[in-house]
C-alpha cells in the first residue's frame, strides 16, 4: 500500500509541528514539567547482551560474523522464485533473533532456526502478510513507545548486539509477517464430516471373517486312546521343567486356630456378663492403652455424633471414650475366657487337644491342614494374609504372642508344621495328575504341528509363484547397500555390516508385501488341498478391553472372543490372510486367519455425541500438528534449499 | 501544551490519509478478533484450547464489515469464512469464499499455492465447503445443542468458608444433573469435605469417606454407583462443576465431582460437565491455596454443611437441606 501525500497535506504537517514546538516552551513564570530520571542501562558495560549457550548444552553451532557479507549462503525457492540468502542477510537475522526471540526449545540448533525464519519470511510475504509502514508505525516499539528511556534502553540492547534502528523496524516488520502467516493455517482448520465419520468408523467397522482351527481336544481324544507307558510319562516328567513346576508341592503349614466372637454369645449370657460393673478408670486405662484400634470400631451410625456442627450445647457433645465405653467393658469382661484357654494351650504344646479346649471353653476351632496361603484367606476372610505371614514367621510348636483381636474377634492360634514349597517326586506327580498334563501337552503339540504344516502348505504355494521376484528383490537390495557403502566411503566392518543390515531389513519388507498379495490364493489352494474346513464368523465388531478367557466355561464362547478382539483385523483389508499362525493358550488351539469383509457402519449408526467428539477431536489435532508443518525440514525440502 | 498537542494531533489526522491509518488498525482489530494465535518461534508443543468459533464470526464479522474496500478485506472475509464453517453454517460459507473469489482473483489468498498443497487456500476452503454440502445432502447431521444454563433452579453449597452457587446446564448432562440434585437432597453431602486441591487449578469433592476419620481413605468413597459419561458440547473452562472419572472407561462417578478454577480441554470426553458456578468462584480459589498435607488436602479442613436448592420462577422456593 502507498500513501500519496498532497502538498496541502505537507503544510498542515509543517503547521502541526510548528505548534508542538510552540507548545513546549514553558511560559514564564511555570515550572518545567517533570521529567523521569533517567533508568540505568540494561547491563553494565562488557556484558554481552545476550548469555551465551551454556557450554556442553543445546548444541548451538557458533555463529560468526562473515568476513564477505555478500557471499552467498544458499537458496531456496518460492512460488517459482528463487531467493538467495546471503551470509550477512543470515547473520543479521541471527543477532536478531538471538536478542529478540526466548531461548529456542533444548536441542533446536539456532542455525535451523534463523534458516526457518527467513523461509518463512519469504513465505509470509508471498501470502502478501508483510505489513505496510502505517502498521509498521504502530508496532514499531521504537515509535510506539513514548517513554524515552524505555527507548533507549531498548537501542542500547540492540546497539550491544550490533543492530540498529532498521533492524528494529525490520524484526517487528518479519516477525509480525510470520505471525500472521501461521494464523492463516491456525484459523483455517476445517474439519469435514466425513473425517469425523471416517475416524468413528476405523473403531466400529464391522468384520467377517474365515479361519481354520487346529485345536488340541480334536488330538486328545485320539491320545486316550493309545495311553503312554510308565517310562513314556517318566520321560515326559523329567523333559518338562513347566509341568514340574506346575505339579510342585506349595509351601503348606497345619494349624489349629481358636476364635471367639462375643455378638455371637445368647442374650442372657451377654446381659449377665454387662451386671459387672467395670470400674471407670478400669476402662479408661483400657481405651488408652488400645486407642486406635478402638477409633477404628466407631460404629459408624453414631460416627457424626463425634463431629457436633456448630452451635451444639456442652452437653451434647460426646467424646470417643463414652461411644465406645460398652465394647470396652465387653472386651474386658470376655477377653479372660480366651486368654485361659491361651495360657493353657502355651503350657500344653505341642500335645495340646485344640479340639477338647475349644469345646471345654465354648469357643470356635479351625483346624489348618496343610493349608497354602490361598486357603487361609478364604477359611479366614479378613485376618488370612496377615496370619498366614505371621503362622510362617513361627517356631513349630509354638503360639501366636497373645490373643489376637481383629473385625470384633478375639483369636490365637498354635502352630503345628510347616513345608516349604518342592517340585514333586514322579509318584506325587502322578497323583497330581501327570497322566492329564501329558494329554494336554502333547494335544497341544500335535494341534500346533498340525496348524504349522498348514501355514508351510500356504508359503509353499506363495513360493512357486514369487521365488523368482524375491531373489531379485534380494539382489536389488544388496546392490543398493554396496552402493550406499562405496559412497560413503565406509571403511569400518561395523558401518558396512550396518548398511547391509538396514538394505536387507528393507528387502524384507518388500518381500513380504509381495508374499501378502498371493497369500489369499495360496489360502485357497492349501484349503483344497488338505480337506481342511474353513468356518466363518461375523458380522462382528471388534471387541477391546481384558476378558479373562480363562474363566469362561464354553470353549467355543474362548474362542469366538480371542477372534473377535484379535488387534491385527483393523490393519486387514478384506481378502488378506494373516501371514502368523494364531495361538490361543486359553481355548488350546491354533488359527489361521483370513479377512472375508470389512464394512464402515452406515453414518446413521453414529449419535450426535459420537460425531462432536470425534469432530472436536480431530479440530484440535489438527491445530496441534499444524504447527509441525513449518518446521525447519519441512520447510527445507518444501521450498529446496539449497546450500552455496 | 495539552491544548497544542491536541491541535497538532487533529491537524495530523486532517492530513494523514485515512486508508492507510485504518488499515493497521484494521489488521490488529484482525488479529485480535482470532480464536488461535499460532506460536512465532518453532512447533512448540502445546495443545489447541477449544476456540469459541461463535464469538468468533461475530468478532471477525465486525471486522470484516469495517474493511471494506481495504487490504484487510480479503483476510477478513477468508477467516469469516473459515469461522462460519466451524459454526456448522456452510452454505454462508460458501457464499463468502466464492465473493473473495470473485472480487479478489488475484490476491495471493487465491493465487498462490503454497509447498506441500495442490490449490490455494480459497480454492482449498470452497472444495470443503462443497465436499461438506454433498455429504450433508446424503446424510442428516445431528448436531449437539448449545449448552444453556437453566436459571429456573440453583444449588447453593453452603462451605465452611462461603457459599457457592451453581446453576445446571439445561440441556446437557441431565441423568449427572438429576444425580447430584438427588443425592443434594438426600443429605449425602452434608458434613463431607474438600479432599484434594490443586492451586488455582481445581477442588474435589463430594466423597462420604471424608465424614470418617481415616484421611488416607478420602477419595475411596462413593454412593456404590457409577453413571454413563453424557457427552455434551460444554467445555472444561473456569467455573465448570464436572463429575470426576470413574475407574471404568467411559463412566463418571457417582458423587464425586471437581470444581474448575481454569481452562482445562483435556478433560473434554473424559468427565462430564454439569453445571457451572455462577456466584462463589473466588471462595474455590481461596479454598485451592490452602495449605496442603501429603495426601493434597487442605490442612484446616473445609466441609460441605449443606446443601440447598432454590428454584426460582413464580417465587423462589427453597427446597432439600439448608446449610
Not at chain 1, 488378506?576 to 457402519?601: E, I, N, Q
Not at chain 2, 495442490?118 to 472444495?127: F, L, P
Request: proline share 6%; glycine share 6%; with cysteine.
Amino acid at each position: 500500500m502507498s500513501r500519496s501525500t498532497s502538498p496541502s497535506a505537507w503544510l498542515l504537517q509543517l503547521i502541526a509541528a510548528l505548534c508542538l514546538l510552540i507548545g513546549s516552551v514553558p511560559a514564564q513564570g511555570t515550572e518545567t514539567p517533570r521529567t523521569r530520571p533517567e533508568k540505568p542501562a540494561v547491563r553494565d558495560e562488557g556484558e554481552p547482551a545476550v548469555r551465551p549457550p551454556a557450554p556442553g548444552g543445546a548444541q548451538d553451532k557458533t555463529i560468526t560474523e562473515p568476513e564477505d557479507p555478500s557471499e552467498l549462503k544458499g537458496t531456496f525457492q518460492v512460488n517459482g522464485r528463487t531467493v538467495e540468502v546471503t551470509e550477512g542477510r543470515f547473520y543479521r537475522t541471527y543477532l536478531l533473533l538471538k536478542v529478540n526471540q526466548p531461548r529456542p526449545n533444548a536441542g533446536a540448533r539456532m542455525e535451523q532456526l534463523v534458516l526457518e525464519h527467513l523461509m518463512l519470511v519469504e513465505l509470509a510475504r508471498e501470502m502478501g502478510c508483510m505489513p505496510t509502514e502505517a502498521e509498521l508505525d504502530l508496532i514499531d516499539p521504537l515509535k510506539r513507545s513514548s517513554d524515552p528511556s524505555l527507548k533507549k534502553a531498548l537501542m542500547e540492547r540492540y546497539e550491544k548486539a550490533g543492530l540498529t534502528p532498521e533492524d528494529v523496524r525490520r524484526y517487528a516488520a518479519e516477525a509480525t509477517a510470520v505471525q500472521r502467516f501461521k494464523n492463516l493455517h491456525a484459523n483455517s482448520v476445517r474439519v469435514l464430516s466425513q473425517d469425523a465419520y471416517d475416524a468413528w468408523k476405523r473403531t466400529h467397522h464391522l468384520f467377517r471373517i474365515g479361519y481354520v482351527e487346529f485345536c488340541a481336544s480334536d488330538y486328545e481324544a485320539a491320545l486316550r486312546k493309545d495311553p503312554p507307558d510308565d517310562s513314556t510319562l517318566k520321560r515326559f516328567f523329567e523333559d518338562n521343567t513347566q509341568v514340574r513346576n506346575k505339579l510342585r508341592r506349595p509351601t503348606s503349614l497345619t494349624a489349629d486356630v481358636l476364635r471367639f466372637d462375643p455378638s455371637k454369645l445368647p442374650e442372657e449370657e451377654l446381659a449377665r456378663l454387662r451386671a459387672d460393673e467395670v470400674p471407670y478408670e478400669t476402662a479408661l486405662s483400657y481405651f488408652r492403652d488400645n486407642q486406635d484400634r478402638l477409633m477404628s470400631q466407631v460404629p459408624s451410625d453414631r460416627r457424626h455424633e463425634l463431629h457436633p456442627p456448630e452451635g451444639t450445647p456442652l452437653e451434647d457433645i460426646v467424646t470417643p471414650f463414652e461411644v465406645l465405653r460398652p465394647q470396652i467393658e465387653l472386651e474386658i469382661l470376655l477377653r479372660p475366657r480366651i486368654q485361659e484357654t491361651f495360657e493353657e494351650a502355651r503350657e500344653a504344646m505341642p500335645d495340646w487337644d485344640a479340639e477338647a479346649a475349644a469345646k471345654r471353653h465354648g469357643l470356635e476351632h479351625i483346624h489348618l491342614q496343610d493349608v497354602t496361603q490361598q486357603d487361609v484367606a478364604e477359611a479366614l476372610p479378613g485376618l488370612g494374609t496377615r496370619l498366614y505371614n505371621q503362622m510362617w514367621n513361627t517356631q513349630i510348636g509354638s503360639c501366636s504372642p497373645g490373643v489376637q483381636y481383629s473385625d470384633g474377634t478375639f483369636y490365637f492360634w498354635c502352630l503345628r508344621d510347616k513345608q516349604i514349597s518342592r517340585l514333586p517326586t514322579f509318584k506325587e506327580a502322578m497323583e497330581k495328575g501327570l497322566l492329564q498334563e501329558y494329554y494336554t501337552w502333547h494335544s497341544y503339540a500335535l494341534a500346533e504341528k498340525e496348524a504349522k504344516a498348514f501355514m508351510k502348505r500356504i508359503d509353499a504355494a506363495i513360493s512357486s509363484r514369487t521365488s523368482e521376484k524375491e531373489k531379485a528383490i534380494d539382489e536389488e537390495y544388496e546392490k543398493k547397500a554396496e552402493q550406499e557403502i562405496e559412497r560413503r566411503g565406509y571403511t569400518e566392518q561395523q558401518q558396512k555390516d550396518a548398511t547391509r543390515a538396514r538394505y536387507k531389513a528393507l528387502a524384507a519388507n518388500e518381500k513380504r508385501e509381495l508374499r501378502n498379495r498371493y497369500r489369499g490364493k495360496a489360502f485357497q489352494k492349501a484349503l483344497e488341498e488338505s480337506g481342511v474346513e474353513m468356518k466363518e464368523l461375523g458380522p462382528f465388531e471388534r471387541r477391546t478391553g481384558y476378558v479373562a478367557r480363562q474363566e469362561i466355561e464354553d470353549p467355543e464362547r474362548r474362542k469366538r472372543i480371542f477372534l473377535k478382539s484379535y488387534y491385527a483385523l483393523q490393519q486387514m483389508q478384506p481378502g488378506d490372510v494373516h501371514d502368523k499362525l494364531l495361538s490361543d493358550t486359553a481355548s488350546r488351539c491354533h488359527f489361521v486367519l483370513k479377512l472375508l469383509d470389512k464394512v464402515g457402519p452406515p453414518f446413521e449408526e453414529m449419535s450426535a455425541e459420537e460425531f462432536y467428539q470425534h469432530r472436536t477431536r480431530l479440530r484440535r489435532q489438527q491445530g496441534f500438528s499444524g504447527g509441525f508443518n513449518w518446521s525447519y525440514q519441512k520447510l527445507r525440502k518444501d521450498l529446496n534449499w539449497k546450500d552455496a | 501544551m495539552i491544548r497544542a498537542a491536541l491541535l497538532a494531533a487533529l491537524i495530523l489526522a486532517a492530513a494523514t490519509p485515512a486508508g492507510a491509518q485504518s488499515d493497521a488498525k484494521l489488521f490488529q482489530a484482525l488479529d485480535r478478533a482470532l480464536p488461535h494465535k499460532a506460536p512465532t518461534m518453532g512447533p512448540r508443543l502445546t495443545q489447541q484450547q477449544g476456540a469459541d468459533w461463535k464469538a468468533a464470526v461475530e468478532a471477525i464479522g465486525s471486522v470484516a464489515a469495517r474493511s471494506s474496500g481495504t487490504a484487510v478485506e480479503p483476510y477478513a472475509l477468508f477467516y469469516l469464512g473459515n469461522a462460519l464453517f466451524n459454526t456448522d453454517q456452510i452454505d454462508e460459507a460458501l457464499a463468502v469464499f466464492k465473493d473473495l473469489q470473485e472480487r479478489f482473483p488475484e490476491h495471493p489468498l487465491n493465487s498462490v499455492i503454497l509447498p506441500g498443497t495442490e490449490k490455494s487456500m480459497v480454492a482449498g476452503a470452497v472444495a470443503d465447503c462443497a465436499a461438506e454440502i454433498a455429504f450433508r445432502s446424503k446424510h442428516e447431521i445431528k448436531l449437539l445443542p448449545e449448552p444453556e444454563l437453566d436459571d429456573s433452579l440453583k444449588a447453593v453449597l453452603h462451605t465452611s468458608e462461603g457459599d457457592v452457587t451453581l446453576k445446571f446446564f439445561e440441556n446437557a448432562a441431565p441423568k449427572h444433573r438429576e444425580n447430584f440434585l438427588k443425592l443434594a437432597r438426600e443429605g449425602f453431602y452434608d458434613r463431607t469435605a474438600v479432599f484434594r486441591i490443586q492451586p488455582d487449578v481445581s477442588v474435589y469433592m463430594g466423597c462420604p469417606l471424608t465424614k470418617e476419620r481415616q484421611i488416607n481413605q478420602w477419595g475411596r468413597g462413593d454412593p456404590g454407583y457409577t453413571l454413563e459419561h453424557e457427552i455434551s458440547r460444554v467445555s472444561h473452562e473456569a467455573g465448570v462443576v464436572t463429575a470426576l472419572q470413574a475407574n471404568r472407561r467411559r463412566r463418571s462417578h457417582g458423587s464425586q465431582f471437581q470444581i474448575l478454577l481454569t481452562d482445562r480441554p483435556n478433560l473434554d470426553f473424559l468427565q462430564t460437565p454439569f453445571a457451572k458456578v455462577v456466584d462463589g468462584l473466588d471462595v474455590m480459589r481461596r479454598v485451592s491455596v490452602m495449605q496442603t498435607n501429603q495426601y493434597r488436602q487442605p490442612v484446616e479442613k473445609v466441609y460441605i454443611n449443606g446443601v440447598s436448592i432454590e428454584k426460582t420462577g413464580g417465587g423462589t422456593k427453597k427446597e432439600g437441606r439448608d446449610g
